[in-house]
């Protein structure tokens, strides 16, 4: 039996100003899936999940490994039988592209399986099909950093279109995960459907600000354009102690602070690993004090994105 073993990092959707469009990939956590081929004619089988307190669906045309592997076989007209175990070794509900992990794992590892007739950035609409069944939409922020590392920009999606960012060198993310659950349904009811024309302005500033502060290596431009104005304005209400946690990772000197896709997780990025703890001990600091469990995740930007690891 075919087998082939993936770890497919989480990430950082949105990336303050960059709704949507923009998002970077961290070391850890992830998900690690075990794919095998069968000799059962097109039979895509889970049989094991662990990790998820028996919150994820077992139904192969319920959960994004299995989802994206269907996409990817059908796309190539294979007739493929496999089994599938999946290892979530990071929180669902996060805001830390749990489900696009997942299915970026299950893309990598049939395409490892297949003998990798497609290269990697080829198997983003695959995996991008395990995100539609989780959350109803195909968005790539997410699953693009996670396939390949580092900061990515969805400039379009039609067509679909992916540029990888230049990430500077020592560039250190802090990402907390407060106990709570954010609903990404609820997430996305919340925001405005209209924006001002100054709204949209400073936003699409911040945007190009931070690919070129990215580019440019330029911390301080970095900065300065992490600013949302449109998503963390209205979504900051769903995080208790946001507002606390942000002003507590900016005063222990970090580049910028916003919330990490939907939430509850809130990240900030810093320009190196000394600044970067002083902010983790900043943050551990106050939600100790409030009394509000939490993870917190200190990473170097994933350059790599999905790998084999066995």
């Known amino acids: 039996m075919k087998t082939v073993k993936i770890f497919a990092p989480a990430s950082v959707g949105n990336s303050a100003c960059g709704f949507d469009v923009i998002g970077f990939a961290i070391d850890a956590p992830g998900d690690e899936l075990i794919v095998s081929l069968t000799d ?3 039979e895509i089988k889970i049989i094991d999940i662990q990790g998820d307190n ?9 959960n994004t490994a299995s989802v994206a592997i269907q996409a990817y076989l059908q796309h190539l007209g294979i007739e493929q039988g496999v089994e599938i ?22 893309a990598v590892a049939i395409n490892e399986l297949m003998d990798k007739p497609l290269k990697r950035k080829d198997l ?20 693009a950093p996670s396939l390949i590392g580092g900061f990515v920009l969805v400039r379009s999606y039609n067509p679909l279109d992916v540029v990888p960012i230049k990430t500077p060198q020592n560039l250190v993310a802090i990402v907390v995960h407060p106990h709570i659950e954010v609903s990404t349904k609820t997430a996305r009811e919340i925001l405005p459907t209209e924006i001002s024309l100054s709204t949209a302005i400073t936003q699409w500033g ?25 998503a963390e304005p209205v979504r900051a209400k769903l995080i208790p102690h946001f507002d606390a946690i942000k002003q507590a990772m900016l005063g222990a000197g970090a580049l910028g602070s916003s919330i990490s896709g939907s939430g509850p997780s809130v990240f900030a990025l810093a320009a190196n690993t000394d600044t970067a703890e002083k902010v983790r001990i900043a943050v551990t600091t106050l939600l100790t004090k409030v009394g509000m469990p939490h993870d917190i995740y200190v990473s170097p930007i994933n350059l790599q994105g999905a790998k084999v690891i066995g």
């Open 40 to 42: 059962r004619h097109k």
């Open 54 to 62: 028996g919150k994820l669906s077992w139904d192969s045309a319920k």
């Open 85 to 106: 175990r999946l290892h979530k070794k990071m929180p669902l509900g996060s805001g830390l592209g749990s489900s696009a992990a997942s299915a970026v794992a299950g």
């Open 124 to 143: 983003l609409p695959f995996a991008m099909e395990g995100e539609r069944i989780a959350c109803g939409a195909a968005h790539a922020d997410n699953v």
């Open 206 to 230: 911040n945007v190009g600000g931070l690919v070129a502060g990215l580019c440019m290596a330029d911390m301080g431009l970095i900065g300065r354009s992490l600013q949302d104005v449109v």
